[in-house]
């Protein structure tokens, strides 16, 4: 090799080589070695969820850390701090969304119905929360797998997980005590047993009175929910629930007592298929109501009892984006009847029990129009026979949503058919309150409704802010007009006592969510007008629902701190709702002859209510977690008026007042363990 070709050769050698290194050093600049990295994000803990078809998800484990009324954080009565869900005052039950009447809402476990939630007081409903994972809450039944109802939905869920060991709670408190223990059975098979019992006249008793009449009250609860899978796909759950309420009151005044004994009976059996794009259920049910309303006056007694069952099956087959289904419902009726003894009033308003089938099929299919924006569109066809009589119906239902992982929107409308209605002479927490079918005097019941809705995550996702607006026109509305003296004086017919007449409801909400961190909760106000016209009360204009409430703000909060204590508050402020006042109360004969305003002309004092509560938990050695729970319903000692009436005094004289609750307010204390 020559001397020239050896040197380039290693000018060759010596520019690869750089070539070389320089690319090493690219490489190694591109290349950053870091010791650790830490992702900062909040985390999404708040216990209530918005789902993408207009539903609230509320998880059950997030009770505690309510303040507990009466030792309880009652679901149902939590329910009513969300917005577009009515308020409620003492004595008063019920749930009144978006400004429905209460029989205008479905209720239910894993979809069974149940016709009476409420135990006296409106405080406690027959729902034991540790018994359930999740409460469903839909503002607007507008999917047409709903069933056939004017108004919202609420829903218990149990759920299909098989704990890997025995678990249960306990609380133990000054006028109800409950316990829930799960039992897994095997690998595949799991067994939830809760049971519940209250005994508030044993301390609180001298206290339970109402001008000086004494209120008696007990109940009790169970529930039982069998579950075994038998593999991933498949599952089949027994549901069980039996409760119990009796209660009672004495009126002076009048020389009568009053008696009421109701309850619940539901059992169940559900299949459940889930196979990813192909999904079914199937359930047969059977679920019974009944009470037995007693009115004593010296030595007159009345007797109003009456009860419903339902015998059902409800199905779904969903396929990619179509829903099917299908509903059958046996309904076996007895309105409220009349018994007398020792009246000069010997009519016997017997009503006739009332039998009807209800059958209903659905079908609905969701196309996806871009990325984030769907739609769905179905129809729910249903027929209701009872005797002679049958009507028929087809309700149209139309949702369009936009939704990513910071913003959901949706807009709807729905038709919906209702064939059962409920009435009666008072909500006031006893079961005075019946059921009754769509027959030939009484038209089914349907209602127009619209829905927009709107939420978004604010800047750092900690909040969340939600706006909600409704309208509905109601048709064939039904109210009972007349008292309990009537079955004194005048022969007993239901018919009589019914008028019918159309509504409208409309409002919107807003409702501020902070739903991450130490400190969590909600700030909602709500507008809500429901308007009534019966031409049969003679005004022929527009009046406001006995159970309207324009103006309501709720709020909810909770603080756990990092040790053993964590502490809750809630506030409520609402519009009085309307009654009828008299322009004048004369006593003729031994008799209070009155004279009446506008109907529901009035309205009582501003509803306001603040009530806070404290937890200390601690764990043992066996890492159970206990704790106790002290809570102030009313802290502020507020007096909040019911309802107005006419009170005989001791001079003989009477006076026209509104009642309030028997205590100014109501502290309780509890204790709870977890293991």
């Not at 009175?209 to 609860?221: C, G, M, P, T």
């Not at 996806?368 to 119906?393: E, H, P, V």
């Not at 309205?603 to 404290?614: A, G, H, M």
């Not at 107005?644 to 004289?653: A, G, L, N, S, T």
Request: charged share 15%; with cysteine.
């Amino acid at each position: 090799m020559s001397r020239l070709t050896k040197r380039l050769t290693l000018v060759l050698l010596l520019v690869f080589t750089g070539v070389t290194a320089f690319a090493q050093d690219s490489v190694n600049i591109r290349s950053i070695l870091l010791d650790s990295l830490v992702v900062k994000g909040n985390r999404y803990s708040s216990p209530i969820k918005e789902t993408g078809d207009g539903a609230i998800l509320w998880d059950m484990g997030k009770m505690d850390d309510l303040p507990k009324i009466l030792g309880n954080a009652d679901p149902v009565h939590y329910t009513q701090m969300l917005p577009g869900i009515g308020t409620n005052a003492e004595y008063q039950s019920g749930i009144h969304v978006q400004g429905c009447d209460n029989s205008h809402n479905y209720v239910s476990v894993n979809g069974v119905p149940i016709y009476n939630v409420n135990h006296l007081l409106g405080f406690f409903s027959i729902f034991n929360a540790s018994h359930f994972s999740t409460l469903n809450i839909r503002k607007s039944l507008s999917a047409v797998s709903s069933p056939n109802r004017l108004g919202g939905g609420l829903d218990m869920q149990s759920g299909e997980v098989i704990p890997e060991k025995t678990a249960g709670e306990l609380a133990v408190g000054l006028i109800s005590s409950q316990g829930t223990i799960k039992i897994p059975l095997n690998m595949k098979t799991a067994l939830t047993l809760s049971l519940r019992g209250a005994y508030i006249n044993l301390l609180y008793g001298k206290w339970l009175k109402a001008d000086d009449n004494q209120v008696e009250y007990s109940f009790s609860d169970c529930n039982l929910t069998l579950v075994h899978t038998f593999d991933k796909r498949n599952s089949l759950t027994f549901d069980f629930y039996a409760g119990n309420d009796n209660g009672g009151y004495g009126e002076a005044s009048y020389l009568s007592d009053t008696k009421a004994v109701w309850g619940n009976v539901m059992g169940a059996v559900h299949w459940n298929y889930n196979g990813g794009q192909l999904s079914t259920g199937h359930s047969l049910y059977v679920t019974n109501y009944h009470n037995k309303f007693e009115l004593l006056m010296q030595e007159l007694q009345y007797r109003l009892p009456s009860n419903i069952t339902d015998v059902g099956y409800k199905g779904f087959v969903r396929i990619g984006g179509w829903n099917f289904g299908a509903d059958v419902i046996l309904h076996s009726i007895q309105p409220q009847s009349l018994e007398v003894e020792n009246s000069f009033n010997v009519s016997m308003g017997m009503t006739p029990r009332q039998h009807s089938l209800e059958t209903s099929a659905f079908a609905d299919y969701t196309l996806m129009l871009c990325r984030n924006l769907s739609m769905k569109i179905g129809a729910r066809g249903s027929i209701y026979t009872i005797s002679d009589t049958k009507f028929g119906s087809v309700d149209p239902s139309f949702m369009i949503q936009y939704g990513n992982s910071n913003v959901m929107f949706s807009a709807s409308y729905c038709l919906r058919h209702q064939y059962l209605f409920q009435t009666g002479f008072s909500n006031a927490g006893l079961p005075t309150e019946f059921w009754m079918s769509s027959n030939g005097k009484h038209r089914p019941q349907y209602a127009h409704g619209c829905n927009l809705s709107a939420s978004t995550y604010l800047p750092g996702r900690r909040f969340r802010l939600s706006v909600e607006m409704f309208f509905k026109r109601l048709y064939h509305q039904v109210e009972y007009q007349g008292n309990i003296l009537d079955f004194v004086n005048t022969e007993y017919n239901i018919d009589n006592s019914l008028i019918h007449g159309n509504g409208n409801n409309c409002g919107f909400s807003v409702m501020l969510n902070k739903c991450a961190g130490r400190l969590q909760g909600w700030v909602a106000y709500s507008y809500t007008r429901a308007r009534r016209q019966f031409e049969e009360l003679g005004t022929g204009s527009k009046y406001s629902a006995s159970h309207e409430r324009p103006h309501e703000i709720n709020s909810i909060f909770t603080y756990n701190t990092p040790g053993h204590w964590s502490y809750g508050a809630n506030l409520v402020f609402a519009s009085g709702t309307p009654f009828t006042a008299p322009t004048s109360i004369e006593f003729i004969n031994g008799n209070v002859v009155s004279q009446y305003g506008s109907y529901n002309g009035n309205r009582l004092k501003p509803y306001f209510r603040i009530d806070v509560s404290v937890n200390y938990k601690w764990k043992n050695r066996r890492g159970n977690e206990h704790g106790l729970n002290l809570s102030l319903y009313n802290v502020t000692c507020r007096s909040n008026d019911i309802f107005y009436r006419v009170k005989f005094r001791k001079d003989k004289y009477f006076a026209y007042r509104p009642l309030s609750f028997v205590l100014p307010i109501l502290p309780s204390i509890s204790y709870f363990c977890k293991f």
